[in-house]
Each structure stands twice: as C-alpha cells, then as structure tokens.
C-alpha cells in the first residue's frame, strides 16, 4: 500500500533478502574481503557468524550473483535439526541429485561422482550452509568428511557455514570439532550496522526505489531508529515498513518522532500478546487491537472481530457524549436554574474528569482503529490473490 502513497517502484524494506539492495557496511565489506580470500583458496570452511538478522543471507546473496556459474557450481542449505545421514540426502539434493530411497552409502557415492565430474569440467563447487547452530556434532562432522573428496591432489568440495553467535563459539570451543576448527581458512563475525551506517542503509534502500525525499524524516528520528533497533538490518526493515505504512495510512509527508513510538508500541504489544498466546476473543480490551500469531494467518473472521472490537468502542463513545450533553455544560440544574458557586466548581471539576477521560478513549479508539487496519493491510499484501484483490 505505501509504495503507491509515496509513488515508489516497489517495497524499499521487504524482509526477503534481495540482492538489488545490498548495502556494503563497513562490516559487509570486510566480510566480503574474508569471503573472496577463502573462495580463492578453493578448500576447507569459510565461517562467517552474526546475530539473527544482521544480514548474512543478503551477503550470500550478493556472493551468488557474482558466481561465475561456468567456474563454481554453488548449492544452498538452510538446516533443521538434521542428523548424519539426512544432511548427506540432503546436501546431495541441493546439488540437483536424484537420491530419494539411497541409503547414506549411495547418497555419498553419488555426491562423489557429482563432484568428480564437476572438477573434470573445470568447476569447482561450494556449498553453503545457513544455520549451522541448528547441527549437531554428528551433521558437522559428516561436513567435515564430505570436505575429503580429491581428485588427485585437488580438493572437490569447499563450505561456507553461516550461523548465529552461539555456533562461532561452538566452533571455537568444543572439543569435538578439533578437526573441523584445523580446515577453517577463513572466518568472520557480522557486526551490527552504526548509527551513521543505519541512515545511509535507510536512504540507500529507499533510493532503490525512487523516493525523492518523500516522505522526509523529522530531525532525530533516524538517531532513534537505530537506538530501538541496535542497527540490525532485519530490525530496521521492520520498523521502517510499519512506520512507511502508518505514514501512508495516515498521509503524512513528514514521519515523526511521534509515529516512530505508536510503532515501536505496537510491536512491541504484538510481541507481548504473541509471548501469552492470547487468544483473539479472550483479550482484554486495550489501546491497539489483538494482533494475529504470525503473518499471513489473519481470516475474515479475526478481521471481523477486530472491526467488531471497534464499533463497539465507537458505541461507548458515543453513550460518552451523549452523557455530556445532558450535563448541561454542568451551568444549570435539573430545573433548569443557574447553580450555586460551589455546585458549579463541583459540576465542572466532574466535567473535566469526564473530559480527560472521553480525550483518552478517542485516542485508543485512534490507536485501535490504526492497528486493525494496519493489520488488515499486511495480511493482504502477504500473499499476491489477496493483494490483487
């Protein structure tokens, strides 16, 4: 939705790694260094390690685009909690193998084969791994062996293993991986981005996409992106799509301070019932409407629950107002008579009160009635039937 408010060409902030909006941080550009030194070795394991979301993904895929696929034949796992024999099956399918009902054995001998026949033809392959935490000693150890395959003197196989903090100390500590540890020719941790790096990443996305300076950004917000974010990329995308939809919903050309805070909130308050597993017909009532467990799983019918939620805040509302409107302005008694002093302040002080309190609940019905919408929105644009619609 935003990208046509703010006329852009596409979605600047999408949480899919895309290539087309690599941005080479002072610790991407490094990591690409470590990675072009391994990759010319030919041999062992490449580690490169960084919090979830710091954007080793979007690294890989900015390396496969500069394959020359006639020189390096590459393939791509993303692993669960996989033992020995399923990561062979399943780093043999990767490379486009037919092993299906082979045993380990036969998955190998193939894979051997495949690498053979690859190296005769002058190319060399690379397999990378995501998410290596999730292995067990014994999947990193069957890594480690399939590294042995030669040709003659000319190793076939070389990995680049990607993973989160807790897998760099694994690698560096435990005493089962000694082995692996001695093949490991280059490694690198992933930092976050810094705080002049986070408005660079922002106005080089957004750049992408042909914004020209609309909306603009109230002075320190950016500042602030990056303290809420710790300058992780993934985080920044989330927080940036959220405050580019509210802009839009809202049809702001300037996002502020203010709006940074109302998304900061509800995510936070998405986290916070996500966390409980509230139900969506159990939840109390609060300033923004219960939000769906995941993305792509809002049905009408929790979309009518939400708007259901709304109206009947609309209601009490209205009962609010027409509570006021029969005080009289809290001047006159029921006859009709001027009140005395004293009635007055008293008619008046419970006046205000009624006031601050109708002054509130219009801003949670704001609140509410934003986040059902806001929402509403992403559960459509999750899928392409539903965004057509």
């Not at 895309?18 to 991407?28: A, I, K, L, M, R």
């Not at 685009?65 to 669960?80: F, G, K, M, N, W």
């Not at 150890?141 to 293993?161: D, I, T």
Request: with cysteine; aromatic share 6%; hydrophobic share 40%.
């Amino acid at each position: 939705m935003y990208e046509q408010f703010y006329g852009f060409s596409g979605r600047p902030f999408q949480l899919t790694p895309d290539p087309q909006f690599y941005f080479e941080s002072t610790g991407h550009k490094k990591a690409m260094s470590y990675l072009g030194y391994g990759l010319s070795q030919g041999e062992g394991f490449i580690v490169i390690t960084g919090e979830v979301g710091a954007g080793k993904s979007t690294l890989v895929a900015h390396l496969m685009e500069r394959i020359d696929p006639s020189a390096l034949t590459a393939a791509q796992v993303v692993t669960t909690a996989l033992d020995s024999d399923q990561v062979v099956h399943v780093v043999a399918q990767a490379f486009g193998l037919a092993v299906e009902g082979h045993d380990k054995a036969g998955a190998l001998g193939a894979l051997e084969r495949f690498f053979q026949d690859e190296a005769r033809a002058g190319r060399r392959c690379l397999l990378v791994v995501d998410e290596c935490q999730n292995l067990g000693l014994d999947a990193l150890e069957e890594l480690r062996m399939l590294s042995n395959f030669q040709l003659g003197s000319h190793p076939l196989l070389q990995s680049l293993l990607l993973g989160q903090p807790e897998f760099r100390r694994t690698v560096a500590h435990h005493p089962g991986l000694e082995q692996l540890r001695q093949r490991i020719i280059a490694s690198h941790h992933l930092d976050a981005l810094d705080a002049e790096e986070v408005e660079h990443y922002v106005r080089h996305r957004l750049g992408h996409v042909g914004w020209d300076g609309q909306p603009g950004f109230e002075p320190g917000l950016i500042d602030a992106l990056y303290r809420q974010t710790g300058g992780i990329p993934r985080r920044v995308n989330q927080v940036m799509n959220r405050l580019l939809l509210l802009g839009a919903i809202e049809e702001r050309d300037l996002l502020s301070l203010a709006m940074l805070g109302d998304v900061i909130s509800e995510m936070a308050a998405d986290q916070t019932r996500g966390a409980r597993g509230s139900d969506l017909h159990s939840a109390p009532a609060g300033p923004t409407a219960p939000a769906p467990a995941a993305p792509g799983t809002l049905p009408a019918t929790e979309v009518a629950a939400l708007l259901a939620e709304r109206d009947a805040r609309t209601a009490e509302l209205e009962a609010a107002i027409t509570a006021l409107q029969g005080a009289r302005l809290g001047r006159e008694g029921a006859d009709g008579e001027a009140l005395s002093p004293e009635d007055a302040r008293i008619n008046e002080a419970r006046l205000a009160a009624e006031l601050e309190r109708l002054e509130a609940r219009l801003e949670e019905q704001e609140q509410s009635f934003r986040h059902v919408l806001t929402m509403l929105i992403e559960w459509l644009e999750d899928d392409r039937s539903r965004e057509a619609a």
